[in-house]
């Protein structure tokens, strides 16, 4: 149980990072340029990109079960981790409440993100663990 936590602690600290410097750009350069809705749905597939990677990176990293439920677990614990940061952070930077946060937003890029959020919850278990073959040299005589 205890590796399933650090598996969801990393795979959501690797997302909510790389999440919070794409949010940064996203809002400073690229909204003023393209727009809202244009902005988040360009980052889109970046950030599935980043889950994908995280994901495997960690699952392999540390090991975990190759079983489904161990990785759905430890999905929707970082989904968890992930709603929590969210919300929690935008109520102290952006001053909104939960509610109105949800109420805010485009409504096709806000759609994309919830679409984007499960697919984050369920990666881990889509990913391969990475297995290394095993060089069979054989045995070495000495004469």
């Known amino acids: ?3 399933i936590l650090k598996g969801s602690l990393v795979y959501f600290a690797i997302v909510f990072g790389c999440g919070f410097v794409l949010g940064t750009i996203r809002t400073l350069w690229v909204v003023p340029q393209i727009g809202t809705r244009s902005a988040e749905l360009l980052e889109t597939p970046i950030m599935l990109v980043v889950s994908i990677m995280a994901a495997r ?3 392999f990293r540390l090991n975990m079960p190759s079983a489904r439920s ?5 999905g929707c614990v970082a989904l968890a981790f992930l709603l929590a940061a969210e919300f929690g952070f935008v109520s102290w930077i952006r001053g909104l409440s939960i509610r109105e ?3 805010t937003g485009d409504p096709v890029a806000r759609s994309v993100y919830y679409v984007t959020l499960g697919v984050f919850a369920i990666m881990p278990v889509f990913v391969a663990r990475k297995t ?3 060089p069979d040299h ?4 000495l004469t």
């Not at 161990?70 to 430890?74: A, G, K, Q, T, Y």
């Not at 054989?138 to 005589?141: A, E, L």
């Open 101 to 103: 946060y949800l109420a």
């Open 70 to 74: 161990p990785r759905l677990v430890m």
């Open 1 to 3: 149980m205890m590796r």
């Open 57 to 59: 990176w960690t699952v």
């Open 138 to 141: 054989g045995k070495i005589q």
């Open 132 to 134: 290394l073959p095993v």
